[in-house]
């Protein structure tokens, strides 16, 4: 089942315009750890995540949560160095550095310029990668079913064409779709294109505003708001990471606000098909394990979430002047009041 999951990622990642992205460390084999026992052996193993927001911290302890299901404890049998780069992108770098220095048995890096710093820096020991939207455009691996190099990870694609689909259905004389992406992040260029190429095909325009710093994206957010009729937040780090801004800006105006996770649904975002990060975060633990326990990361394929479910605010919809289609209220997973 795995491989059909991963071919149909490789097919829809393929259908996209490749993103410019930090080139991976040589073409080395990973060694693979040797499985840990308590009072024999302690695995030491490295953790960096991008920034901190709620999708991110939850693949974090989704991760620390596979890892102990699997037989790795902290405190026990491994020893995790937790790192979080605070949205800089020259302490990724530092990170992946220090890691590389100190000999981490295995790197799990959470986002995209995490992976890539660490994938840079590292090319004799196995780096898992989690939250990584477009593996290949990213340059993290040349194939998604059989890794080539000591990396490989869980993606969380969305479907660009189901998004637009979801907000048509709550907004169906929707014109114009802005939104806001940092222009340095892969994982954003290659969902703002998937997104375009979707809405030249309902008739919606798509109104870019690219940022490149945390402090931009309430500037975006109000220049959009003013001549779109819908937001749209991709699963970027540094706009999720300062949503608020962004739903100020939404709020005042009375332009709804669509989201790609699950997360920025609860904090005020209309609607969303997600996945659950937290539930990815165990899938890319126990891949770590695997490893770990001496599973060749050539033979460890990139995963997929293994779902993905409509989630709806309800407030929020009230909030922007929207009525939730019955339709939806059927399918969804959860109607957050």
Request: a positive charge; charged letters at 10%.
């Given at each position: 089942m795995r491989k059909a999951v991963t071919?149909?990622?490789?097919?829809?990642?393929?259908?996209?315009l490749a993103g410019c992205g930090t080139q991976p460390g040589p073409d080395k084999t990973a060694k693979t750890a040797a499985p840990a026992a308590a009072g024999e052996t302690t695995v030491k193993l490295g953790l960096t995540q991008f920034v901190e927001h709620p999708a991110l911290d939850a693949i974090r302890q989704g991760i620390i949560d596979g890892l102990k299901e699997s037989g790795y404890e902290e405190g026990k049998n491994v020893e995790i160095d937790y790192q979080n780069a605070h949205g800089d992108m020259n302490n990724t770098v530092s990170i992946a550095q220090k890691y590389a220095g100190d000999g981490k048995d295995l790197v799990v890096a959470i986002a995209t310029p995490s992976a890539q710093a660490a994938a840079k820096a590292i090319a004799d020991k196995p780096v898992v990668f989690s939250a990584v939207t477009d593996p290949l455009s990213a340059q993290l691996v040349s194939s998604l079913e059989k890794p080539d190099k000591n990396i490989t990870g869980t993606s969380d694609k969305v479907s660009m064409e189901q998004q637009l689909e979801l907000i048509k259905t709550f907004m169906p004389e929707l014109k114009k779709l802005g939104v806001i992406y940092t222009t340095s992040e892969v994982n954003s260029e290659v969902q703002v294109k998937d997104l375009e190429a979707a809405a030249s095909k309902a008739g919606v325009e798509v109104v870019k505003a690219g940022i490149s710093q945390l402090s931009e994206v309430q500037i975006a957010a109000q220049g959009l708001v003013a001549k779109t009729d819908a937001l749209f937040i991709p699963i970027d780090n540094t706009v999720v990471s300062s949503f608020e801004a962004v739903l100020g800006a939404a709020e005042q105006s009375k332009i709804p606000v669509f989201a790609s996770d699950t997360d920025t649904v609860k904090?005020?975002?209309v609607a969303?098909?997600?996945i659950d990060y937290y539930k990815i975060g165990?899938?890319?633990?126990?891949?770590?394990?695997r490893i770990l326990k001496g599973q060749a990361v050539t033979d460890t394929p990139v995963e997929v979430s293994k779902e993905a479910d409509l989630y709806i605010n309800e407030k929020a919809a009230e909030t922007f002047g929207l009525t939730i289609p019955d339709a939806l209220k059927s399918q969804a997973k959860e109607i957050m009041k």
């Open positions: 071919f149909l990622l490789s097919a829809c990642l393929f259908t996209g904090r005020g975002a969303t098909y997600g165990k899938q890319t633990g126990e891949m770590a394990s």
